[in-house]
Each structure stands twice: as C-alpha cells, then as structure tokens.
C-alpha cells in the first residue's frame, strides 16, 4: 500500500502529528 507517492503525505502527516501532540501536551 505505501507507494512513493505516499512520501510527501507521510511527511505532511508526520508535522501534523507532532504539531498536534505539542499544542496538547503544551
């Protein structure tokens, strides 16, 4: 399922996940 085109999406995801995990652990 994780093809080269899910690269960009997988790095997108990957901010918003740590964003969203900082603004609630903060």
């Not at 999406?9 to 995990?21: A, F």
């Amino acid at each position: 399922m994780m093809q080269r085109t899910d690269r960009r999406m997988w790095k997108v995801i990957l901010s918003l996940g740590i964003c969203g995990l900082v603004g609630y652990l903060t």
